[in-house]
């Protein structure tokens, strides 16, 4: 390992932090309450590319090429900034704690079951300066640098369940949930500093409980009531766990019309070997209801290829699947086994061809599902929540998401919203490129 003190900057110069997360928004939630944290010691926020006194890696461990990422990054990290402390966490610390630890240039490994406490950890084990008469406190700014317009909101960590693929259960741990008073308390500083959505997030999201007993109805009625954030959204659920009354939640216009509800598969039989929760009957039944109730519902999905025993007429039932329920997007895994798991030692592992060839057929139904979404947009009027980085398009272009997650460029005007306000919107059609709708801002149209 490195040294174990972070040298003092010069006498008013205030020491730099680079934070970078990989995988899933609720690395990005830990990150932003870390962001806060460093900043309130007085540290400042460092771009990818721009040097820095402290490294923090947020690792992700979900897939075989999420641990080959996390190893990656933190390494090319550690060359471009050889003399910065290295601080990992997330799950693949978790899991390969001692591993890590070995790294190059590696000084602090932090597990998921101390990351609350990561700041504090990291100021005691690398004696980091305290320069509080820099920090500047109570506004949304270490997002906004960052370039990131909504924030996620950690509500709930761990996992009740045991998916036989999962090895987040594993790196997590048990199910614990953030009180509601404190959620609020955070969406309102937030809110007052300018950020115009939130994003609430947990590993096992639908389970939410705090000590009171308020589940994520609950949680989501409060957000509702008592705070004034415009946009609320809703991070991943599993698809049994939405509560009876789910679907009245929606009948107030903040929360975004988006689910991500992960299926994994089409096929009941792999299902089982899954040990998921829903069948496929079941969700096409609550797809029909969130579309019934919800107008412009987006619905996207998880699919596992190539799971254990996965036969070829199992695979046809997924695509069958996924085309019936027009998902808005899929997001496509090829199964790694992983240590740890009940799926790494199942009989049947397919083969690395078939795999390939099965990603391509689902990528390519996926592509269509989402023209035809695309489709179905063109000429009505959405608020877009104007994002900072614009996506290629032509030069000037504004970016930003409709309320159901849609991804739209939108031509540039001098009337335009700033960065992190929301847009009145005319989607006028498809970009060339097809991966994102084309849009102008409202009564600009000829």
């Known amino acids: 390992m490195g040294a174990t003190h972070l040298t003092a900057p010069p006498t008013g110069t205030r020491p730099r932090v680079l934070l970078k997360a990989l995988g899933c928004r609720l690395n990005e939630a830990e990150l932003e309450d870390w962001a806060a944290g460093f900043r309130a010691r007085g540290f400042v926020l460092a771009g990818d590319d721009e040097p820095a006194d402290l490294i923090v890696i947020?690792?992700?461990?979900?897939?075989?090429?999420?641990t080959r990422k996390s190893r990656q990054w933190l390494r090319r990290a550690h060359r471009a900034n050889p003399l910065a402390r290295l601080v990992v966490s997330g799950c693949l610390a978790s899991l390969e704690a001692a591993d890590l630890a070995r790294e190059s240039g590696v000084d602090l490994v932090v597990g998921n079951?101390?990351?609350?406490?990561?700041?504090?950890?990291?100021?005691?084990?690398?004696?980091?300066?305290?320069?509080p008469e820099l920090a500047i406190v109570g506004s949304a700014n270490p997002l906004f640098a960052r370039g990131r317009q909504r924030a996620f909101i950690k509500v709930q960590d761990g996992c009740r369940h045991a998916c036989t693929f999962c090895v987040t259960t594993l790196a997590r741990g048990t199910e614990r949930s953030r009180p509601l008073p404190e959620i609020i308390e955070a969406i309102n500083h937030y809110s007052a500093s300018g950020v115009r959505e939130v994003l609430l997030t947990g590993v096992h999201l639908g389970g939410y409980s705090d000590t009171t007993g308020a589940d994520l109805s609950a949680l989501v009625r409060a957000v509702l009531r008592e705070t004034a954030i415009p946009r609320a959204r809703l991070g991943s659920l599993e698809p049994w766990d939405l509560p009876a009354d789910?679907?009245?939640?929606?009948?107030?216009?903040r929360l975004m019309p988006h689910l991500h509800?992960?299926?994994?598969?089409?096929?009941d039989a792999m299902l089982r070997r899954m040990a998921r929760r829903c069948k496929s009957d079941e969700f096409a039944r609550l797809a029909g209801l969130g579309r019934s109730a919800v107008p412009q519902l987006n619905l996207t999905t998880d699919i596992i290829v190539g799971f254990?025993?996965?036969?070829?007429?199992?695979?046809?039932?997924?695509?069958?699947?996924?085309?019936?329920?027009?998902?808005?997007?899929?997001?496509?895994?090829?199964y790694s086994p992983r240590a740890g798991t009940r799926?790494?030692?199942l009989p049947g592992q397919v083969d690395a061809q078939t795999k390939r060839q099965r990603v391509l057929e689902l990528k390519a139904l996926a592509d269509r599902l989402q023209q035809q979404m695309f489709a179905a947009q063109v000429g009505r009027d959405s608020?877009?929540?104007?994002?900072?980085?614009?996506?290629?398009?032509?030069?000037?272009?504004?970016?930003?998401?409709?309320?159901?997650?849609?991804?739209?460029?939108?031509?540039?005007?001098?009337d335009a919203a700033a960065v992190g306000e929301v847009m009145d919107v005319t989607i006028r059609g498809i970009d060339p490129d097809g991966a994102t709708l084309r849009g102008c801002l409202r009564d600009q149209i000829g």
């Open 58 to 66: 947020n690792t992700c461990a979900v897939t075989a090429e999420a």
């Open 113 to 131: 079951q101390d990351k609350d406490r990561l700041v504090e950890i990291a100021a005691a084990a690398l004696s980091l300066p305290i320069m």
């Open 246 to 253: 789910f679907w009245e939640l929606f009948a107030d216009p």
């Open 261 to 267: 509800l992960p299926m994994q598969s089409g096929s």
């Open 308 to 334: 254990p025993g996965e036969s070829d007429a199992e695979w046809q039932e997924t695509l069958a699947f996924v085309a019936a329920m027009a998902f808005g997007q899929v997001h496509c895994f090829s």
């Open 343 to 345: 799926a790494a030692s």
């Open 383 to 414: 608020q877009v929540l104007r994002e900072g980085q614009p996506r290629a398009g032509q030069l000037g272009d504004l970016f930003g998401y409709t309320p159901n997650y849609l991804p739209v460029r939108i031509d540039a005007h001098p």
